[in-house]
């Protein structure tokens, strides 16, 4: 296998990025490529190589890059101004949509990225339950605000429900407003809530957290301990919204939340996300509907801009097409379940864990069930893959498999024979 070709150019512009970069990184991916452009399942970078992308910009691309249908509702827009802060149609006709779509959502409040999401769905609870807590799973990711860094990647395992910050720079006090508890055990959440429900402000969860599906009955449950106690549940959608189902996860599984937030998908690779719930919570949002004291301010530069709204109605048009989800779902599947059959037929313990639409593998003959878990799979294993899948034209992040709709056979048979060489070179 030879190495990928790095032109003088790219290595020009790494260096370029280590001198005027923290960590010569965006803060996302790790700073060995640059890449130049993406169409449909493929990007290239700098220096010409030629990949299978599974990364999506980390989930939005869900249409593959530079659709034309999305690329020609922004065109169009771009002429007719970039952002009002104001209300505009676009940005009120793509809150109409998540509201049909999503069962929880009979209001939206527009923001710009997931972590403003998640903030503000963790504020609204608060606002509206007038406690202070919030519970959140271990391992569970919502984004980089100092509520969701609590336990996000633990390296030390404290005893449930104590929080482990996941950054620096975080104020003690936020570790006294945060519970943690184990993803898929009910009977441990069940307790921690028990005892804590009268602090309780809201329960946070990605219903399908990271790349673990929720054991059957696990949503169910929260459900109902939360509704016992009237404790808003919080799905964070940002992923799950428009990829599980074009009624994302509380679609897909059922269980409908008061409170989700979504991101990624909704907005086709523009920056708008937004909060969304039950009327009587997010009235809170709303000064002319609460109390002086309930009212929860949300101000955002770019907040509902229509470029992103025309960018998000485009793609969720595309997205509700008869067969996109069983296409979508169809080609993963495909290849989840032939890479789990090379890993099988090497003999080498890995598990393809997740969703057709969004896996990885676990360098690991266990069960994936929690974070703890995640902990006992072979991560370097993982990284030396995720390399030599790349050096043979398959680019992913270091932990999913995002598919989106434009995948098609031929990436299939790509990414089939690049893992097939990569597992031949793993078991030299
Ligand atoms: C479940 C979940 N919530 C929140 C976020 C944060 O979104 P953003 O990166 O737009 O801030 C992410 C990002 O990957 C996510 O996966």
């Known amino acids: 296998m030879t190495a990928l070709k790095k032109t003088a150019r790219e290595k020009q512009l790494l260096e370029k990025a280590r001198k005027y970069l923290p960590g010569g990184t965006l803060g996302n991916l790790g700073g ?17 190589n030629e990949y299978v992308d599974y990364l999506l910009g980390s989930g939005p691309m869900i249409l593959g890059h530079a659709h034309p249908e999305v690329v020609e509702a922004v065109r169009g827009q771009l002429e007719s101004g970039t952002t009002f802060f104001a209300n505009n149609e676009h940005a009120i006709e793509l809150a109409e949509e998540i ?92 307790a921690i809530i028990d005892r804590h429900h009268d602090e309780l402000a809201g329960v946070i969860v990605e219903p399908f957290q ?15 301990i939360t509704t016992r106690y009237e404790i ?13 189902a074009y009624g994302g996860a509380q679609e897909f599984y059922g269980v409908v939340p008061d409170i989700c937030s979504l991101g990624k998908a909704a907005a086709g690779g523009y920056p708008l996300t937004a909060v969304a719930g039950r009327d009587e919570i997010m009235a809170h949002f709303d000064a002319g509907a ?23 109605l485009a793609t969720l048009k595309v997205l509700k097409r008869p067969g996109t989800y069983d296409r ?46 995640t902990l006992r799979a072979d991560g370097q294993m993982l990284n030396k893959f995720n390399k030599l899948i790349r050096e043979r034209g398959v680019f992913k992040g270091s932990s999913k498999f995002y598919l989106s709709a434009v995948h098609g056979g031929d990436d299939v048979e790509r990414t089939v024979s690049a893992v097939k060489s990569a597992i031949e070179e793993l078991t030299k």
């Open 290 to 312: 609460v109390e002086s004291d309930d009212f929860m301010p949300m101000i955002g530069t770019l907040s509902g801009n229509p470029i992103a709204a025309v960018a998000g």
């Open 99 to 190: 509201s049909k779509a999503m069962p929880c959502a009979e209001k939206v409040r527009f923001c710009s990225t997931g972590t403003e999401a998640t903030l503000y769905a963790m504020r609204v609870a608060r606002a509206f339950r007038r406690r202070d807590k919030i519970l959140k799973f271990e391992g569970g990711f919502h984004g980089m605000n100092d509520y969701s860094l609590m336990s996000i990647w633990p390296s030390e395992l404290k005893p449930f429900p104590q929080p482990v910050p996941g950054s620096s720079g975080i104020p003690k006090a936020v570790q006294e407003t945060m519970l943690i508890a184990p993803f898929n055990d009910l009977e441990t959440t069940t």
């Open 210 to 224: 990271r790349l673990i599906a929720p054991r059957p009955g696990f949503l169910q449950g929260l459900r109902e």
């Open 32 to 48: 060995d490529t640059v890449i130049a452009r993406g169409q449909g399942s493929r990007i290239w970078d700098t220096s010409g």
């Open 328 to 373: 979508m779902f169809g080609i993963g599947w495909q290849i989840r379940s032939r890479i789990q059959k090379l890993f099988d037929e090497a003999e080498i313990p890995a598990k393809v864990v997740g969703e057709d639409v969004l896996f990885d593998v676990y360098f690991t003959g266990e069960d994936i069930v929690d974070y703890r878990s």
């Open 232 to 244: 808003p549940l919080i799905f964070d959608e940002v992923v799950t919204s428009f990829r599980f």
